[in-house]
């Protein structure tokens, strides 16, 4: 069982920045990847950035490419997304997504945390 809690959303104007972080805990073993999704009212969830646990190779959606960084802090099991320029077709539900393989028997896993409000609005 792994548990995501996010924080950090809230209201800003355009053109303003927030920072989000998902802290993983419980049995993470063979976590390799933890990436953020949105979801806007009327629409579906869609990836918005991802980054790998050992390398730190990352990725975006090229809405939020030059604006947003996913980074992570491996010692803390924890991803943030920094977010920079927000717009207001930024608004939506954000949600932390890790997911990993056990290593013996090989499993994988996925969780989802429960997601924090961003709204970009003036």
């Known amino acids: 069982q792994v548990q995501l809690v996010e924080s950090g959303g809230g209201l800003v104007q355009p053109g303003g920045s927030l920072r989000l972080s998902c802290a993983a805990s419980?049995?993470?073993?063979?976590?390799?990847?933890m990436n953020w999704h949105r979801q806007a009212p009327g629409k579906e969830r869609e990836l918005v950035a991802g980054i790998t646990i050992p390398g730190g190779l990352t990725n975006y959606a090229d809405s939020v490419k030059g604006r947003f960084t996913i980074s992570r802090d491996n010692g803390k099991n924890t991803v943030y997304l920094q977010m920079n320029s927000l717009k207001p077709e930024d608004t939506a539900v954000y949600y932390c997504n890790a997911q990993g393989r056990s290593t013996w028997p090989s499993k994988f896993w996925a969780y989802w945390g429960q997601g924090t409000q961003v709204t970009v609005s003036s």
């Open positions: 419980g049995f993470i073993s063979g976590m390799n990847i």
